[in-house]
């Protein structure tokens, strides 16, 4: 509460001259997690998991403030993420982490125990990785935009999303390499331009930029700067090299400035656009926009690049993420199995598409001839 100077009838009246006027509320406790992951500089996305592991702890404990909880309330949540909702390890050690950043840099409270809290141990999984031939069937399956991105995807080992944040200074012809910027862990990297998607990416920013001038003549044309470039440049927000090269179809009001900009194409669509590429051709695996980043990099090993330029074109701060790549290649092309020896199975020369053409290459000559049952045999 603060204090100020009361009206002259309450001071003629013998009243107190303080007047008690009621100061603005505190911020609550989620709005307090935000500023603390902006402080310090967090991504938007892991701004959204810490606050919503947060309220689901303090909803699991029916609206408790967490300053009154302690590791039995934590213990207790993080069990039933195990036990009642089957979350995964990487999931529970989530929300442990959201828990440690509550306590620790908002809270600001000295918990040795939390380190005591026992962390799941995550187990190693292998990524789905597709062939060369079935890369080269899903992405024939897809055209326009959605075929340049899937292209970018598998050809220069980027993630989703550093694939539609791409921005036109991003891309150089002349040197053929991708500069990845703020990816992963806020850092940059260069990586390969792919020869050929060099001219259909050429046609697809010609297109953006006669889409980019018509939204000058109207006004608009602005785009969303990162951090407080928009402060220091007012006017780049409009410029070229500043736009994005996958911009979205429709563009929107920005609140605050009261700018017409245009944000890029959101990740879902290329999303529901590969799934569906996938079915249609008929690929028995669970494929994903991330697959063809697995399969740029198992690709690369398997045509003996060193792990070392796979690690600096990934983006890997350790080399032992980019060594389980090493676990899926096809270490046992040579090894013939002795299912083969007894049955005398021939080895296709050609790799089928999938568990369909696959079955239809397979001759009968292959498989063991059926055994006639007779009296006599019985």
Not at 29 to 50: I, M, N, P, Q, W
Not at 56 to 79: D, Q, V, Y
Not at 187 to 192: E, G, I, M, P, Y
Not at 291 to 320: K, N, W
Request: aromatic share 6%.
């Amino acid at each position: 509460m603060k204090t100020g100077t009361a009206p002259r009838w309450r001071q003629r009246c013998g009243c107190p001259t303080a007047l008690i006027v009621p100061s603005a509320p505190p911020p609550r406790l989620l709005d307090r997690v935000r500023g603390a992951v902006r402080l310090r500089h967090l991504s938007c996305r892991t701004e959204k998991a810490y606050v919503g592991w947060i309220r689901r702890f303090i909803l699991f404990h029916a609206k408790r403030h967490p300053i009154e909880m302690g590791p039995a309330e934590i213990t207790r949540f993080l069990s039933a993420l195990a036990t009642e909702r089957n979350v995964s390890a990487s999931t529970q050690n989530q929300a442990l982490a959201a828990l440690l950043f509550l306590y620790r840099d908002v809270l600001d409270r000295d918990v040795p125990w939390l380190d005591e809290l026992v962390r799941a141990r995550r187990p190693t999984r292998l990524p789905v990785v597709l062939s060369r031939d079935e890369v080269g069937v899903v992405i024939r399956e897809l055209q326009g935009v959605h075929r340049l991105m899937a292209t970018l995807l598998y050809g220069a080992g980027l993630r989703l999303l550093e694939c539609a944040r791409l921005r036109v200074k991003d891309v150089d012809f002349g040197r053929s390499q991708i500069t990845v910027r703020g990816g992963k862990g806020d850092r940059d990297r260069l990586t390969v331009l792919p020869a050929t998607a060099q001219a259909p990416l050429a046609r697809h920013l010609l297109r953006v930029r006669h889409l980019h001038e018509a939204d000058l003549r109207a006004g608009a044309g602005w785009v969303e700067l990162p951090t407080a470039l928009a402060g220091k440049y007012p006017h780049a927000g409009r410029e070229w090299v500043w736009q994005w090269v996958f911009p979205a179809t429709r563009g929107y009001l920005h609140r605050e400035t009261g700018q017409q900009r245009r944000h890029h194409l959101h990740e879902s669509v290329l999303q529901r656009a590969v799934r569906g590429a996938a079915q249609r051709a008929a690929i028995p695996k669970r494929v994903t926009c991330h697959t063809f980043r697995h399969s740029f990099a198992t690709h690369l090993l398997e045509d003996g690049y060193d792990i070392r330029t796979v690690q600096t074109l990934l983006g890997h701060t350790d080399v032992r993420t980019t060594m389980i790549y090493t676990h899926v290649l096809n270490r046992g092309a040579g090894v013939r199995s002795p299912a083969d020896v007894v049955f005398g199975a021939v080895t296709q020369s050609s790799e089928p598409r999938g568990y369909l053409d696959h079955a239809r290459s397979v001759t009968t000559t292959s498989l063991p001839p059926p055994r006639v049952i007779t009296k006599e045999s019985r």
